[in-house]
């Protein structure tokens, strides 16, 4: 009998689970269940629709029809899964089902993909009309038609994508102000030194930023009308909450699985899930609902990029699917475009280091893209870490007018083999052409620097 | 009393020695012998000099005055090196030094970057007016000088250098034709499947190719007329050899050093020379006039890139100014950007491969350089090789029309390591933002591919 696999979610990792599933086994009952009403997209590109450089179709690559017709993959949108459970009761049969909108469905494997929620902190008016968050294309384009005639904007929260959205909607000739409670952008993964120049950049072409301030409320009568922070009153017609994810596990709390230390779900390296500490056979997790294990230091970190949640849901779909594939621990590359601008990390910021209680080393070099004297070079600051202890590479950063997601892909590479700063330098190459780097590239006289101040 | 460093050759690899020595050494007495009149710039500029995209001034970088004001460096311009010595006779004090123009001058460390020689086929009419080698600023504006009334140019030798050329000259408005022995272009380094697709391009914007097909007489009456090549003759004002280079050894074996298997000089660790079998103490060695080993299979390779010569410098002027570095084995990344094409490898092509005996798997994936659904991307190739016994990855080649150059320098950090496909495929990452990669970069596809073909 054909294998029923339940996939719950419908982003990058529910997606790719489902496909890598339907190639490891042409047999199998995929059906995969989703809140959503659009499937196969990346909610990375919200920004740049909203900004106008593309269009809510144009970001969608495929319709529940077309997985039905070609993959023979069932997507159930706009559902709801109230409930999952598995359980082995002593001398009964396993139990393995969900609740699908009043109906109980049964599984064989189930590959949990609920990704995460927008935290939207506990404060007054957050459900008045004019408050958004950016996750969906339906979301978004609601967003869209609300803020069409209407002209302030605050964002809360100055990470990557708040501050990629303030970027697109100032050049859609909106009022920005974005509301951020650390003392830089970009705050956790990125060190205060590489982000003041993205804040300044953006200040440049008009957006507005309140710093250490916490949205203490939202106000309005019937709609968004200010918001409020640290006393102040900054009046908006909407705001929109950037303020970061958090593992939406509703449903594997009611299977009872295991919850990390980060508040997501714990998995082995197949990405199967954990109840009590015992190996659970038949679920998977992927996305943004798990946590990771860190290439790093030991111990665990998130890594909810859309990048992770790809890799790992084709463990998850070809593991549920009666294949072999593993997970391994994360570096967690990430990078962001903001206009004329990209800032790329890896591995560990300061901030990030603090709380595996590691001390780092940094070298930072500046340079340019391309060699000095080829037309249209662009400047391009490296930022490279190790640990003070071991000198073994942990983490970098770019700035860059582009060209910074080869190079933090590259650093990436050292860093999850272990490299230390010194094998580093004696044994990286880059490859040189005008057009495309310096002949010693920037990456490596930050290396030179790291070194030095390792001595 | 001061340490007396004497480098010869004022490349990319003698100027990068001279400078580390430097930093290693204030009060060192460092002099820099060249035959070039022009000193601190990458040959590798010159095709878009002479295609106008840049200019002779403004490719090089410093000027010897510059040198020895800022560096206290003594750069002696269109000298000629006659003759090196080292030797340690018996009972008698160890002799060192050089001849030049006449004149023994004595050294305490001597560093060698007489780089390469272009290889010239020892054919008739190659002594005519109109006949040219690419390497030297001085010798890019007397090719500028002679083709500026005359159109029709062939090109010897379908390397990268006269690829790039080719498409610069068309661009000129030259009537371009490239005469190549072997039946693809960019060969050994390049596999055909690879670069057929450059070659096309070429074509398409008018420049003809003769493939497989030896340059075997240079003709003219006072100047050059045309070549000949297999029985025909194709009539042409000027004749450039982009033909390779030839480790340029001369210096070299009057000291009696030891050249290796691919023509070129071996050295240790610290790139200091051997002769007959013992390591030499006083004698560096930096740049295309060395044989380097590959970190992918053992035994030696050629690394004759600018980016090679950088860090080969570095450890070369460091360890004679007294300090300590080393040189790695090298997996030797490439990158050329022929118009709107980029085309990398990096490690061992199939060509370079069976030198070792090594037999290949290989995966090919193709996709985009960023998002499929963002504005602006461009088609993206990335083929990932293996050793088919121990599936350790040991190549890589990319066509693009963007970021090929952290693509390829990322998979070269991962051969380095000793990375499996497999290790790969559970360990690699990479970061993504629509507008610079797809959420799971076409590397990674590739690599999917790669492993399958390996099963």
């Known amino acids: 009998m054909a294998k029923k696999i339940i996939v719950i979610g419908s982003g990058a990792a529910g997606m790719s689970a489902a496909s890598a599933a339907r190639e490891t086994d042409p047999e199998a009952e995929i059906t995969v269940y989703t809140d959503d009403v659009d499937v196969a997209y990346s909610p990375c590109m919200i920004p740049w629709v909203l900004g106008g450089k593309s269009s809510w179709d144009g970001m969608i690559m495929h319709t529940p029809e077309w997985y039905a017709k070609e993959r023979n993959i069932t997507i159930r949108t706009a559902t ?83 501050l990629e959205l303030a970027y697109e909607l100032v050049g859609a000739g909106k009022d920005v102000t974005v509301i951020e409670m650390m003392d830089q952008v970009i705050p956790r993964i990125a060190d205060k030194d590489m982000a003041d120049p993205i804040q300044a950049y953006l200040e440049s072409i008009g957006v507005k930023f309140v710093m250490k301030a916490p949205v203490q409320a939202v106000n309005g009568n019937g709609k968004v009308e200010s918001v409020s922070s640290l006393g102040v009153d900054y009046p908006c017609d909407a705001v929109i909450f950037a303020t970061g994810v958090r593992a939406n596990t509703d449903l594997a709390m009611m299977i009872g699985l295991d919850i990390g230390q980060l508040g997501a779900l714990v998995a ?89 209680g590691a001390k780092l080393a940094s070298g930072k070099a500046s340079g340019y893209s391309r060699a000095r004297y080829f037309p249209g070079h662009k400047e391009l600051t490296v930022k490279l870490m190790a640990d003070a202890a071991t000198h073994r590479l942990v983490g970098a950063q770019i700035i860059s007018g582009e060209d910074a997601t080869g190079r933090i892909n590259w650093i990436t590479s050292a860093v999850l083999n272990g490299m230390t700063a010194e094998e580093f330098i004696v044994q990286a190459e880059n490859a040189y052409c005008p057009p495309t780097s310096m002949v010693r590239d920037v990456v490596l006289q930050a290396a030179d620097e790291l070194v030095r101040n390792l001595q």
């Not at 500490?277 to 798990?290: A, E, K, Q």
């Not at 665990?300 to 594939?325: F, H, K, W």
């Open 80 to 162: 709801h899964v109230e409930a999952a459970a598995w359980d082995m009761p002593r001398g009964a049969p396993v139990v393995k089902n969900i609740t699908v909108d009043g109906k109980t469905v049964e599984y064989d494997k189930l590959i949990l993909a609920t990704g995460g929620k927008v935290f939207i902190p506990p404060i007054a008016g957050t459900d008045l009309p004019g408050v958004f968050t950016i996750r969906t294309v339906k979301g978004g384009k609601e967003i869209e038609a609300y803020i069409k005639d209407r002209k302030k904007i605050v964002i809360a929260g100055a990470g990557v994508i708040g």
């Open 268 to 356: 082995a390296p197949t990405l199967q899930a954990y109840k009590n500490g015992r190996l659970v056979p038949d679920v998977y997790v992927c996305g943004d609902v798990m946590q990771c294990q860190s290439a790093v230091y030991p111990g665990p970190t998130m890594s909810q990029l859309g990048s992770s949640a790809v890799r790992e849901g084709r463990v998850a779909g070809i593991n549920a699917a009666g294949g072999d594939a593993k997970f391994g621990p994360v570096v967690a590359p990430w990078v962001s475009v903001i206009g004329d601008m990209q800032i790329a990390g890896t591995g560990m910021s300061l901030g990030l280091a603090s709380w595996y």
